[in-house]
Each structure stands twice: as structure tokens, then as C-alpha cells.
């Protein structure tokens, strides 16, 4: 059957996409938006970059913080959520002994960041260990607070785990951290355009995602959001021209308008701001395509498939279905992760990660507007020929 979706996105057509959760994926007319950017911003650097710029980003936090819920002032724009949570992390004062709750399941990139500043400090990275298969959220909640004791200074969390595909009950986890004074970050880098994102609702104090994900935004298109009480704390990573300053960086602006949060991280040297500035025609796009629709039809068909590959490989699932939304994890067994995907890329034309996990493997496979049932076939098909697994 023919996918009316395929063809707005500028990926190779000779390869089946089973990967859109690591980097996304773009559709033309939002590529087309990054590339009239990038030349407008090439016709008069000067004028754009040290004066309109402010502006230009203005709006795109606008638009996003209605697409989001919560106020442009208190999100700014980051590359991509590990040097946003890179730029909270090192601003901390943790002290020895200090615990950062955490669970099992989440990114390694972020693990290292905790274990680094760990070792400077000499606090504690607590892993909470969430059990597979996950059956609810009462499981998964009175797990995770055992954790919890005196020390704990900081919960972590994922909001849609990377290696498991899970979505986490980030509401009941934000709540119980107000309740018990601890400072609260949840990292929702797979979240926006793939499940329903109210930062009012969630009420974290710090809360991070990527555009570049399942908005099908630019690659490099990320946003941190800091609560207004908490925002002065944090550190640029970079000092540059915002940092010491009692005015707004914006040279067009008036002092009505100052903000050290954006003042610091808004501007940290020459940089192409122009995926940043596709965002108002990112959502645009999402909704005259009626996003929200292919993102369910998204799931169903991903349902369906992870029933059907772990029948085929006689594995129960990892999770109860309300854990799920656009990606699977599979636990396969497998002597060599990256030999895998090499078998898979090289002989069957697939792009789909294997991840070592908790002494375990697992196969993950994204279901995006571009993905149908016929891929999931071809994977068990791959399955069912390769010997190596």
C-alpha cells in the first residue's frame, strides 16, 4: 500500500527507516524553511545576527511555548538536551553524600554527565532498579520512591526512556518531588510530537526536550525549560557577552525586557540560530499534516508490531501497552550489537539499533509517519534469515 507520508520526508527510499528515535527525520518543507533561514541570515549576517536575531527567537519561543504550555521567558534554545542538561547539572551545588535518584533505564550520555559531576563532588548517583516487564504505574511508582531517603537532593528522569522505549509517569514523579523538597529534572528528549507535552500540568522544576526528534525538526533543535524561581541559578556553559550583564543582550531591546536566564544561555558565541528559527513553520507543518492523528496511527501499527516480533522470537513483552507509544525494545540475544546492525544494514537494506542494556540486548525499532506494517514484515523476515541472533 502506498505511504502518502514517505515522500515528504528526504530520506533514502532504497532503506527501510527503523531508527527515527536517535536523530529524526526532516520533511522537505520544514528542510526548505532551514535553508531559506540559513539564506536570509547569509544575505546580511550583521544586521541579522547581532540585531534581529533576539527577535527571530522570540518568536520561535513563543510559538513553541504554546505548542509546549508554558511561558516563552523560561525556555531557551539548546542543540540538542545533553548540553542543556550538561549546562543544569554543572550548575548544582551537591555536596558529598548528596544522592541523585535515578532509575536503570536511562540515557548513557546523561549517566556519564552524573557520574563526572559525581566524582567532583562526591554525591551519589542512585540507580533505581525498574524491573522488566513493567506491569503499572502503581509498580513502577512505588519502586521508584523507595529510592528516596534524606540525601536525596535531586530526581532524574526520563520522560520516554531511550533504550526501552518507555513512557514513565513523569506527573506522579514531579508531584511526589514537591512534596518531599527534592529538586526535580526530567529529560524529555523523545517527547515532543510524540506524546502529549503540558509543562504547567507536569510542573517540573527543570524539563528538557529535542524538536529534532518527533517534531521533525532540523537536526540541532532542542529547548530547556527552568522554572522561573530556579532560573538564576543556573550557569551558561559558555560565558560570552550575556554573562555580568544588568541589560538585555538584545541591543534593540529596553531594560523592561531583561532576563539573565536568556541573557546567559541565549547567546554563547557565533552559531547558526537558523534551525531554531524554523520552529514556527515545524508546527505548522505538524498541523495541517494533523500530526496528532499520525502520531496515533503511529502507535497502533506499533502495537501491532511488537506483538508480532516478539512472537516470532518467543519473548514476552517488556511492558503493559500503556508504556508505549512510537518505539519498541525487543530483548533478543545477540553475541555482537554492532555486527548486527551491520548484517541488518549491509544484506537487508535497515537501518534499526541494537542496544546493550542491563546485561541484555534489546531491538529497537520507531514507528514514524513514513514507517507502515510492510517494514515490520521485512524486519521479521531479516529475523527469521539471520543466524547470528
Not at 532540523?218 to 527552568?226: D, Q, R
Not at 537558523?274 to 496528532?292: A, R
Request: proline share 5%; aromatic share 12%; hydrophobic share 35%.
Amino acid at each position: 500500500m502506498n505511504n502518502p507520508y514517505k515522500s515528504l520526508f528526504l530520506l533514502d527510499q532504497k532503506l527501510i527507516h527503523l531508527n527515527h528515535g536517535s536523530f529524526g527525520a526532516c520533511p522537505r518543507p520544514i528542510f526548505d524553511s532551514l535553508i531559506s533561514w540559513q539564506k536570509k541570515l547569509e544575505l546580511n549576517p550583521v544586521k541579522h545576527l547581532a540585531f534581529d536575531i533576539f527577535k527571530y527567537l522570540e518568536n520561535s519561543r513563543y510559538e513553541l511555548s504554546k505548542y509546549i504550555n508554558c511561558n516563552k521567558e523560561d525556555i531557551v534554545f539548546f542543540p540538542n538536551p545533553s548540553t542543556a542538561l550538561n549546562t543544569v547539572i554543572k550548575s548544582l551545588e551537591l555536596k558529598p553524600e548528596d544522592e541523585i535518584l535515578t532509575t536503570n533505564h536511562e540515557y548513557g550520555a546523561l549517566d556519564k554527565t552524573w557520574n563526572f559531576i559525581c566524582k567532583k563532588t562526591g554525591a551519589k548517583y542512585i540507580k533505581q532498579n525498574i524491573k522488566l516487564p513493567l506491569k503499572s504505574k502503581k509498580d513502577f511508582i512505588n519502586t521508584f520512591i523507595n529510592g528516596i531517603n534524606k540525601k536525596t537532593k535531586v530526581i532524574f528522569i526520563s520522560h520516554i526512556t531511550s533504550p526501552t522505549g518507555l513512557i514513565f509517569p513523569v506527573k506522579e514523579i514531579c508531584e511526589i518531588a514537591k512534596e518531599n523538597n527534592i529538586f526535580c529534572i526530567i529529560d524529555g528528549a523523545h517527547v515532543p510530537g510524540h506524546i502529549n507535552l503540558d509543562i504547567k500540568e507536569l510542573d517540573p522544576d527543570i524539563y528538557t526536550g529535542a524538536c529534532h526528534k518527533w517534531m521533525c525538526a532540523p537536526k540541532g533543535t532542542s529547548f530547556l525549560y527552568a522554572k522561573k524561581e530556579i532560573q538564576d541559578f543556573i550557569d551558561p556553559l559558555v560565558i560570552s557577552w550575556g554573562y555580568d550583564n544588568d541589560k538585555p543582550i538584545d541591543l534593540l531591546s529596553d531594560i523592561s525586557s531583561y532576563s539573565k536566564y536568556l541573557n546567559y544561555h541565549q547567546w554563547q558565541g557565533t552559531n547558526d540560530p537558523s534551525s531554531y528559527l524554523t520552529i514556527p513553520d515545524v508546527i505548522k507543518f505538524l498541523d495541517e499534516n494533523n500530526w496528532y492523528k499520525v502520531s496515533e496511527k503511529c502507535k497502533k501499527i506499533n502495537i501491532e508490531a511488537r506483538e508480532m516480533v516478539n512472537k516470532h522470537l518467543n519473548q514476552d513483552p517488556i511492558s503493559s501497552e500503556e508504556f508505549i507509544g512510537q518505539m519498541s525494545s525487543i530483548k533478543i540475544k545477540c553475541k555482537d550489537t554492532f555486527e548486527l546492525q551491520k548484517i541488518f544494514y549491509e544484506n537487508y537494506k535497515m537501518i534499526i539499533p541494537v542496544i546493550e542494556w542491563e546485561n541484555s540486548t534489546l531491538l529497537r525499532f520507531s514507528i514514524q509517519a513514513y514507517n507502515s506494517m510492510e517494514d515490520i514484515e521485512k524486519l521479521i523476515f531479516a529475523l527469521k534469515k539471520i543466524k547470528y541472533i
